[in-house]
Nanobody, 129 residues
Framework: QVQLVESGGGLVQPGDSLKLSCAAS????????IGWFRQAPGKERERVSC????????YYADSVKGRFTISRDNAQNTVYLQMNSLKPEDTAVYYC??????????????????????WGQGTQVTVSS
């Protein structure tokens, strides 16, 4: 129902910035939550940020709060993740995903495995000196 394509990853030095993009085949603002997740080799997939029209404000993981900003451009059917002050521990494959708003819950309460049903292919972010 929804196809997602990430872009914008790359190799940067600590302290640099990157802006990731997630282009959607369709944008149903009132019916989908959109989230950014990341996964490093050998680690669990981590929820980074998400937003929903039902939430008063976006969600950010403590590890990225104050450095990352999520936003959405409805006209372009695109969700962005602005990443500032990047650290080596931010190195991972970053994915965007969509969850249908089928229950009353914040975007960060939707289960990553069973409720975020639509995923992009991922984009690699590497932060290294």
């Amino acid at each position: 129902q929804v196809q997602l394509v990430e872009s914008g990853g790359g190799l940067v030095q600590p302290g640099d910035s990157l802006k990731l993009s997630c282009a959607a085949s369709r944008f149903a603002r009132d019916y989908y939550a959109i989230g950014w997740f990341r996964q490093a080799p050998g680690k669990e997939r981590e929820r980074v940020s998400c937003l929903s029209s039902r939430d008063a404000s976006p969600y950010y993981a403590d590890s990225v709060k104050g450095r990352f900003t999520i936003s959405r451009d409805n006209a372009q059917n695109t969700v962005y993740l602005q990443m500032n002050s990047l650290k080596p521990e931010d190195t991972a494959v970053y994915y965007c995903a969509a969850a249908q708003l089928l229950r009353e819950a914040r975007c960060n309460d939707y289960d990553v495995r069973y409720e975020y049903d639509y995923w992009g292919q991922g984009t690699q972010v590497t932060v290294s000196s």
